[in-house]
């Protein structure tokens, strides 16, 4: 079974540029995770669907950054404009829901945007 | 509030040596409780994980007990080795996973 992917890999752009970061969560897991890790600080949560629909997005910093997942699938986490300290890395998770809250939540191998 | 508090790092052992890395919790209630690890140049996996009070939870030669009394979930391996370095997170479940800030181990032949 392949676990949740990301694209890309790295990415660096300008400031005041636009960025799409890309998540494929495991197959039939209902439920996708955002998080972000900036500056070696703690993993910070931005949002949670449960399929299409945005459940919690609390955590997101400001308007400049917009999330869908549209049919349920995939997700992706736009950034526009960028600016400096929207630099780190951008963790995807996905978890099947089964369990409620508890649910064990798997990651992707993360999106590291340097934003100059 | 929900917060988790881990010790600083880096941590620096010789391979062998008995590892502990701290994490105590504030939390509403009793979550679940969590240990991710993130190897150099790959993502966070999921470590050991423990759902209630007492458990104990184990992979890899770690473990992690769930103390209620203690709010803690301390990472403890009996004999590390230099495949161990990484950068290793405590984390609870309210909906959204909330992170410590990490502990890096370095472990040397």
């Known amino acids: 079974e392949a676990g949740v992917t990301q694209f890309p890999s790295h990415s660096v752009i300008e400031k005041g540029q636009t960025v799409t970061l890309r998540c494929d969560p495991i197959s039939g897991h209902d439920n996708l995770y955002w998080y972000r890790r900036v500056m070696g600080k703690e993993i910070k949560f931005l949002l949670h669907?449960?399929?299409?629909?945005?459940?919690?997005e609390s955590g997101m910093p400001n308007n400049r950054f917009l999330a869908e997942r549209t049919g349920g699938t995939y997700s992706t986490l736009k950034v526009q404009p960028a600016e400096l300290e929207d630099s780190g890395v951008y963790f995807c998770?996905?978890?099947?829901?089964?369990?409620?809250?508890?649910?064990?939540?798997?990651f992707g191998p993360g999106t590291r945007l340097t934003v100059l | 509030g929900n917060s988790v508090t881990q010790m600083e790092g880096p941590v620096t052992l010789s391979e062998e040596a008995f590892l502990t890395i701290n994490c105590t919790y504030t939390a509403t209630g009793y979550p679940s409780l969590f240990w991710y690890v993130q190897y150099p140049g790959e993502g966070l996996q999921l470590l050991l994980k423990a759902t209630k009070a007492d458990d104990k939870g184990s992979n890899k030669g770690f473990e992690a007990t769930y103390r209620k009394e203690t709010t803690s979930f301390h990472l403890e391996k009996g004999s590390v080795q230099v495949s161990d370095s990484a950068v290793y997170f405590c984390a609870l479940i309210r909906g959204k996973l909330i992170f410590g800030t990490g502990t890096r181990l370095q472990v040397f032949p």
């Open positions: 998770a996905s978890s099947s829901g089964t369990s409620g809250v508890r649910d064990t939540q798997y």
């Open positions: 669907f449960v399929k299409e629909s945005k459940q919690d």
